[in-house]
Every structure is written in structure tokens, then in C-alpha cells.
């Protein structure tokens, strides 16, 4: 019954912006620190952004500091990523995620993804001219 599900990605232009949301069911959500990764194919999964419980504090990945923002509205059950400034290698599938472990718990792990037990089915972002 747990769902994680993105919407928002789609085809935008480098330097464009783009909001992510992740609609989430089927689990308490303020309990749970909230993450998206991305894949590209023939790449692995990376790490972008997490958010802890309370939506107060959060981890950027070097490669999207300053331009993407996580954020949560624990009413809504929804975590969202706003992506500005937007560039080709951003381009991938945008996955959410769910832990159960406190924000600095989950990013003291070394397997972050592992920390992370549930995940939506990913939304397409493409980011060309």
C-alpha cells in the first residue's frame, strides 16, 4: 500500500527550471526523512537531495548545490524539487525516496540508497536545446 509518486519532470531548455513533486501514501510521512536520487542510464544511481522529518533541515549533493532546493509540506504528504539553472548533465530519472532513520543517521551510513526503504518509479527529466 506504500506509493511514492513523482510528476513534474519533462523536456526544458538549459538554464530553464523545473519543480518535482513526489506524492506520498500508505506511511506516516512526517516520520520519515525524504530523498531524491537520479539515474542515468548505463550510470548509477545518485544521490541529489534529502530532507529531514520536520522539512527544517536538509543535504544537497555538490553537483546541485545552489541551484535545487528539497522541500516538504508534511500536510500535503508531498516532497518536492525545485531544479533552477538546469543543464544537459542534469538530465535523468528523478526518483523519491522514504527512510525511516533520522536525516544525519540515514547520511552517516556508508550505503546511503540502502537507508532508504521505499521508492517511487521515477519521472523523466530531459534538459536540451
Known amino acids: 500500500q506504500v506509493q511514492l509518486v513523482e510528476s513534474g519532470g519533462g523536456l526544458v531548455q538549459p538554464g530553464g527550471s523545473l519543480r518535482l513533486s513526489c506524492a506520498a501514501s500508505?506511511?506516516?510521512?512526517?516520520?520519515?526523512?525524504m530523498g531524491w536520487f537520479r539515474q542515468t542510464p548505463g550510470k548509477e544511481r545518485e544521490f541529489a537531495a534529502s530532507?529531514?522529518?520536520?522539512?527544517?533541515?536538509?543535504y544537497l549533493a555538490d553537483s546541485v548545490k545552489g541551484r535545487f532546493t528539497i522541500s516538504r509540506d508534511n500536510a500535503k504528504n508531498t516532497v518536492y524539487l525545485q531544479m533552477n539553472s538546469l543543464k544537459p548533465e542534469d538530465t535523468a530519472v528523478y526518483y523519491c525516496?522514504?527512510?525511516?532513520?533520522?536525516?544525519?543517521?540515514?547520511?552517516?551510513?556508508?550505503?546511503?540508497?540502502?537507508?532508504?526503504?521505499?521508492w517511487g518509479q521515477g519521472t523523466q527529466v530531459t534538459v536540451s536545446s
Open positions: 525516496a522514504a527512510g525511516r532513520r533520522t536525516l544525519v543517521d540515514i547520511h552517516y551510513s556508508d550505503d546511503l540508497q540502502n537507508e532508504f526503504d521505499y
Open positions: 500508505g506511511f506516516t510521512f512526517g516520520d520519515f526523512t
Open positions: 530532507i529531514s522529518w520536520s522539512g527544517f533541515n536538509h
